[in-house]
């Protein structure tokens, strides 16, 4: 069971994955050890699945964006989406959705033609019927989830 202590840790984990542990135990008031001890039952709980580097996608050249909304024909299993959308290294996201489309799709690609392409390799996946896309023009929200403090 979590408690005040182990959020705060995890959001100071989120908003930086390199802080030390007796940064983080000045921050919350308990010794490195007892922090590594909490976030070391943390991880092993499945709370804290990883850390990873937060890449900006304009600095690899990856500044188009998309969704795009998959139709698919009446037997397709998340299974089988989860698989195809994987091979795609495009696709940064995808999630079965509620409404009139199966899956949401999430695309970035370098430009307009990689993005085409992009969608032109999804489209031929063989359980897509339809798809319909939102390009994304500017980013207003995004962030990490973590707990609030």
Not at 46 to 69: H, K, L, M, S, Y
Not at 72 to 77: A, D, K
Not at 114 to 139: D, K, N
Request: neutral net charge; charged residues 25%; glycine residues 6%.
């Amino acid at each position: 069971m979590m408690d005040d202590v182990d959020r705060r840790i995890i959001a100071i984990l989120g908003a930086d994955a390199r802080k030390s542990y007796a940064d983080i135990g000045a921050q919350v008031s308990l010794s490195a050890p007892a922090v590594k001890r909490r976030v070391d039952r943390l991880r092993a709980s499945g709370v804290i699945r990883g850390f990873t580097a937060v890449v900006d996608p304009a600095a690899v050249g990856w500044t188009t964006e998309a969704f795009v909304e998959l139709f698919c024909t009446g037997r397709t299993t998340p299974t089988q989406i989860a698989e195809a959308t994987r091979r795609h290294p495009e696709v940064v996201g995808a999630y079965t959705v509620s409404g009139g489309a199966d899956a949401l799709v999430h695309l970035r690609a370098a430009d307009i033609g990689h993005l085409e392409q992009a969608l032109e390799r999804l489209r031929a996946e063989p359980f897509v019927t339809q798809t319909q896309s939102m390009i994304v023009l500017s980013r207003l929200v995004e962030r990490t989830l973590a707990p609030p403090q």
